[in-house]
């Protein structure tokens, strides 16, 4: 199964102004941490989720993108990943 590369996401939205944000959230129970990522100015930010391993480490595998603004269980919509697609296959690890 091929993933999306964290690191390679990063550098990305880094390119395109985006700044990953302090404050993060960790689920241990479901073995996963968001991060999340804004452009000054502007009020749409992207979540990242990332797996952890078994030591609860984060990993380089992305879980799932999101895009929206204001709390994070409302009004949120899902980045559909499709590897047949150059821009995603040229993220994955």
């Given at each position: 199964?091929?993933?999306?590369?964290?690191?390679?996401?990063?550098?990305?939205?880094?390119?395109?102004?985006y700044?990953?944000e302090?404050?993060?959230d960790?689920?241990?129970?479901?073995?996963?941490?968001?991060?999340?990522?804004?452009?000054?100015?502007?009020?749409f930010?992207?979540?990242?989720?990332?797996?952890?391993?078994?030591?609860?480490?984060?990993?380089?595998?992305?879980?799932?993108?999101?895009h929206?603004?204001?709390?994070?269980?409302?009004?949120?919509?899902?980045?559909?990943?499709?590897?047949?697609?150059?821009?995603?296959?040229?993220?994955?690890?």
């Amino acid at each position: 199964m091929k993933f999306i590369s964290f690191n390679k996401l990063k550098s990305y939205f880094k390119s395109h102004g985006y700044v990953l944000e302090r404050g993060t959230d960790i689920y241990y129970d479901l073995k996963f941490i968001t991060y999340i990522f804004s452009k000054p100015g502007e009020k749409f930010k992207y979540t990242i989720n990332v797996y952890l391993n078994n030591d609860n480490v984060p990993t380089d595998k992305v879980m799932g993108i999101n895009h929206g603004y204001g709390s994070q269980y409302l009004g949120w919509n899902n980045i559909k990943i499709d590897m047949r697609k150059k821009f995603w296959k040229n993220l994955s690890i």
